[in-house]
């Protein structure tokens, strides 16, 4: 597995630099069927890693965000399986603020066991392996990656500063003393699993790539993704690839129920 991890590691890093070379030109940016931009540097970048996954592991099927009609007939069998989010954040992409990262999960029995997370403009790296620690890449090696215990008022929220759906701001108000950080893509689960942020509530449509990758690293930090029955995020259950929503904590004993109850939770 670590023999994996290194090689995904290194698919991270090609890339973001494929990506990098999109991102410093003017590009065109196409509108999918769902609304969500399109550019050539999540093309690239899913050629790439698709292209060494397989080349890496044959065996292994792939479900890319660029490559998904794949029929849960065929996806049902799978007991393992690559999950690629190959630029998660594209309209941060688009907005050139750099809040934008490359995802490559492997999952087993629809829970992600490896993970890594690259975000190429601060050349930010974590990547993990269950059971065996998450860690931030550096120039002079790995440093460990912890989630803060206990977690302490005023908790520190991924959320919108200017954007808040109806939940979210009833969540926060029953949280009490809270500091929110704004920020794109998976790098809130990331900030996380460094402890520079404590709690991430999601009440809304994400989809599997979204999120597996980064949830391995925050697991392997001490954290948790939970389902709003309290039960770990999981994956290829079902036929469609949309999450439920989520709570992600650093601290998993921090009282997260209290915050969903009333009219905002029905």
């Not at 500091?179 to 998976?186: C, Q």
């Not at 709003?228 to 690839?241: E, Q």
Request: proline fraction near 7%.
């Amino acid at each position: 597995m670590s023999g994996l991890r290194e090689a995904c590691i290194e698919l991270s890093l090609a890339a973001g630099a494929a990506i990098m070379e999109v991102y410093a030109q003017d590009f065109p940016v196409e509108m999918k069927a769902d609304d969500s931009p399109l550019t050539q540097a999540d093309l690239a970048s899913h050629r790439l890693i698709v292209a060494g996954l397989r080349a890496l592991t044959p065996d292994i099927p792939v479900l890319s965000e660029e490559d998904a009609d794949i029929p849960w007939s065929v996806r049902r069998t799978w007991q393992r399986h690559w999950l690629v989010d190959p630029l998660d954040g594209t309209r941060e992409f688009v907005k050139k603020n750099g809040e934008f990262t490359v995802n490559i999960a492997l999952i087993e029995d629809g829970r992600p066991v490896l993970g890594v997370v690259y975000a190429p403009v601060f050349d930010y790296l974590l990547h993990a392996q269950a059971g065996a620690g998450a860690f931030l890449r550096q120039p002079g090696g790995d440093v460990g990656a912890f989630t803060r215990l206990p977690a302490t008022s005023p908790l520190r929220v991924a959320a919108s500063r200017s954007h808040l759906d109806p939940r979210t701001a009833a969540a926060l108000e029953r949280m009490g003393d809270t500091e929110r950080h704004g920020l794109g893509s998976s790098l809130k689960f990331c900030r996380i699993a460094e402890g520079l942020i404590d709690v991430y509530p999601r009440f809304g449509p994400t989809s599997e790539w979204d999120t597996a990758a980064a949830q391995c690293v925050l697991e392997a930090a001490g954290g948790v993704v939970l389902r709003l029955d309290g039960t770990p995020l999981d994956y290829n259950r079902k036929d469609n690839i949309l999450n439920p929503d989520f709570i992600a904590l650093g601290d998993a004993t921090l009282p997260w129920r209290d915050w969903l109850d009333g009219p905002a939770h029905g």
